[in-house]
């Protein structure tokens, strides 16, 4: 094998350019630090690659789902979905795991839903609390400052609420939230009846102008991308700031498959694949920084060396955890009272329903909660949605089907439980001692298994689903199953995997210290997922943000006394 | 809610294996379209979606069966003074992509389609002696309406479902239903106070 290797030394090396590479790279670079910045994915730009207008009619199948397109013909995702080409990984027998990953300059920061929260006090020490799972070397109150900083920067909607464990931010942090939608307060009036509290969304999408990019224009989804730079993406938000300074190299189509050590014991750099050469190259950085998705990470250290690299706990790729998932649509006749009115707004509920179970999880028999998103209203017609409303059609065919349609219209809700599950020794990844990638590099086999915790978590979001719609007098029709194990989404389907690499207070209990520093090798960082020793019902990115503003603050600070 | 619409297999051969028999029958390949061989590609993982190009796949049905598919795309949702019919909206054409695409719940449909189509005109042979093509209005209906009736029958649900689902996501079907977004706005309008009374009303008539 040919490496060809570069004379440059960089003073950082970034591996991905998602949440926590693109910040990593914003910090160090306005820190005067040199970074190259590697990307698997292809060069791409939100502002002329994103369609946002376009309708379904100007698509292909009108947009739909397809084995090319997961999420849509529309959706910014590149080259990727739940396959990549050339790049397979496996699911260990009795195991089922589906594993989301782009190939594009920011990675997931391109699609994601935008719900931006952040972990309360409880979520930073579970285990203290119900003796579960582990807890965090770091609390809320050492984490706040930095989820201060990032919402100032990328700005945050939400208003202050003053529940348990749903922390409200300073004044002049979170941005006004829109107002709610017309269904969006018949429902919050069913949450009421039900005892349920409900909160003003908690998005990461401008309501006003906010440093210098333009207030959301209430129109398109954000799973699109945002070519005015209104949500939050990495290559809109992050990136472009890194670049200004001059300090920033990026090299796309380099598949990171290896960090590489000198003599000392340090890390010298990485290794790459040309995805489109197939040439191989290494790097040289004074520091290495993997933010390449929680498995893809554990993926490069335990392809690095025999037995995995700065892996003396045993645990990289170990504590694999997702979000636990579970969705009901109904149909609500009262909401065919409505007038037509635009309702598009932001593509995320303008409220949606933090966990109100926090002392009563022993009744629930499950230890932990979850937060319900909602979708309705009159949105923007697609196949999926009208063939919803066409099977709610008693009449088969004629005039009276097109009358009933625009009665229909807007009468559909749905709702998705996003629940925190509790780290277990069934879930995790592994190289498969066989599957290579197309560039002869060994892959990821996941194992995974879903606890009683999780699977009656998910059944009590079904039942909560079906009470709200009952007693605001809908019929349920999609997700009525309230058995746990068949309403539970499958591993990795939520699109939050963390925890393959996590943090701790030795080099015994945790892959990195509360900085995402190895504890092994000291100019190697996590900065992404993997370092979270829970996973809060609460969605990952901002958390990954502020974690990653503090650690490369952190590595900066190390790095300018030598300490590297 | 999924994009991906669940098909019994089962029922999907055994309208494929009708399909075949009626086709043998008659001494002519399938639909036109028998030797249709599935393209292996797709639009690609990483198409252009800011051009709108043509779709790349070969389409698979006959003239007749379009003009089947637009004879019942026009019983399903009739035009009128104010709203055009299918037919004037391409929805016929849509269908032929849709069923003609490599995917696999698009090919899963094309069974479903074909087949039922082929059976249409049987049908209609069988009642009237001629296919359904060159039957009277009423007699179309009467059609319609026997199938509407018959329990499970997949061709009927799926194809109403499709043209449906085509004609009111199409830019013209936006109109017709009443969605008015797609718009850049300057400020999202909270709901007004005539939208709250009937929510309100609504409410309390439910009890909560």
């Known amino acids: 094998m040919v490496v060809t290797t570069s004379d440059k030394i960089y003073d950082v090396i970034i591996v991905g350019s998602g949440a926590g590479g693109g910040m990593a790279a914003y910090i160090l670079t306005q820190k005067k630090l040199k970074v190259l910045l590697l990307e698997a994915g292809r060069h791409y730009d939100p502002e002329t690659e994103t369609a946002m207008f376009n309708t379904p009619e100007q698509a292909p199948l009108r947009g739909v789902s397809t084995p090319d397109k997961n999420f849509g013909f529309y959706d910014a995702t590149v080259d990727g979905g739940w396959e990549v080409p050339n790049e397979p990984y496996v699911s260990a027998p009795g195991s089922e795991f589906k594993w989301w990953r782009p190939r594009m300059l920011g990675g997931r920061t391109n699609h994601w839903g935008r719900y931006s929260f952040r972990y309360g006090p409880y979520d930073f020490k579970p285990y203290s609390r119900d003796g579960l799972g582990f807890d965090w070397p770091v609390s809320y109150d050492e984490i706040a400052p930095w989820y201060d900083k990032v919402e100032r920067l990328i700005g945050v909607t939400g208003r202050a609420e003053g529940l348990e464990n749903v922390p409200d931010s300073p004044p002049g942090c979170h941005l006004p939230p829109p107002a709610m939608r017309p269904h969006e307060a018949f429902l919050a009036r069913g949450f009421k009846a039900m005892d349920i509290p409900v909160a003003a969304t908690r998005a990461a999408i401008l309501t006003q102008p906010h440093n210098g990019r333009p207030a959301c224009l209430w ?346 | 809610m999924s994009d991906l619409v669940r098909i019994d297999r089962r029922t999907t051969l055994k309208w494929l294996a009708a399909a075949l028999a009626f086709s043998t029958h008659h001494g002519k390949s399938l639909a036109g379209g028998g030797t249709f061989m599935p393209s292996p590609q797709g639009y690609g993982t990483d198409p252009d979606i800011n051009t709108v190009k043509p779709i790349e796949w070969d389409r698979i049905m006959s003239e007749h069966e379009l003009k089947q598919t637009a004879l019942l795309a026009d019983l399903f949702l009739p035009g009128d003074a104010t709203s055009p019919a299918p037919s004037a909206l391409g929805i016929p054409d849509f269908i032929d992509e849709w069923i003609s695409a490599p995917y696999p719940e698009q090919q899963s449909d094309r069974g479903i389609v074909q087949g039922g189509l082929s059976w249409l005109d049987q049908e209609s042979a069988k009642k009237f002696g001629q296919d359904f093509t060159v039957l009277s209005d009423g007699q179309r209906v009467e059609m319609m309406t026997a199938m509407a009736a018959m329990p499970d029958f997949l061709f009927f649900k799926r194809l109403r479902n499709l043209v449906v689902a085509a004609y009111f996501s199409s830019d013209a079907g936006f109109k017709d239903i009443g969605y008015s977004g797609n718009v850049a706005l300057d400020a999202f309008p909270a709901p007004t106070d005539d939208m709250l009374a009937i929510i309100d009303r609504e409410c309390k008539a439910l009890g909560v």
């Open chain 1, 219 to 564: 129109a398109t989804p954000c799973g699109h991308g945002c070519s005015i730079g209104a949500n939050f993406q990495s290559p809109t938000v992050l990136l472009p700031v890194a670049r200004a300074t001059g300090n920033l190299v990026t090299r796309p189509n380099s598949l990171v498959y290896q960090v590489d050590m000198d003599r000392h014991g340090k890390a010298s750099g990485v290794s790459f694949v040309d995805r489109i050469t197939g040439e191989h190259h290494s790097a040289r950085g004074k520091a290495v920084i993997l933010s390449a998705g929680a498995c893809e990470s554990a993926r490069i250290l335990l392809n690095s060396k025999q037995g995995g690299l700065g892996n003396s706990s045993g645990l990289v790729g170990r504590y694999l955890m997702d979000t636990v998932g579970s969705s009901t649509a109904g149909y609500f006749p009262a909401l065919e009272k409505l007038p037509r009115r635009n309702d598009d707004g932001m593509s995320v509920g303008h409220i949606y329903v933090p966990w109100w179970g926090l002392n009563k999880q022993k009744e629930l028999g499950f230890a932990r909660g979850y937060h319900i998103e909602i979708f309705g209203g009159q949105r923007m017609p697609s196949m999926s949605l009208m063939g919803d409303y066409t099977d709610r059609c008693a009449t088969p065919f004629g005039a009276g089907l097109r009358q009933e349609m625009r009665q229909k219209y807007g009468a559909i809700c749905s709702f998705d439980g996003r629940g925190e599950m509790i780290p277990n020794e069934n879930s995790y990844c592994e190289i498969d001692p066989e599957v290579k990638d197309k560039w002869g590099i060994p892959v990821l086999r996941f194992h995974w298994k879903w606890s009683e915790h999780e699977t009656r978590q998910a059944s009590h979001m079904r039942k909560t689903f079906l009470e709200l719609i009952d007693r605001l007098g809908g019929t349920p029709f999609e997700g009525l199953d309230t058995d746990g194990e068949k309403a539970i989404s499958v591993g990795g389907e939520i699109i939050h995997e963390v925890g393959t690499a996590r943090m701790g207070h030795s080099a015994k209990d945790s892959v990195v210290n509360s900085y995402g520093q190895s504890w092994d090798i000291k100019n190697l960082f996590i900065m992404d997922g993997g370092v979270m020793p829970s996973s809060p019902d609460k969605n990952p990115t901002e958390t990954i943000l502020a974690l990653t503003w503090r650690n490369a603050t952190y590595l900066a600070d190390q790095a300018r006394k030598g300490a590297l």
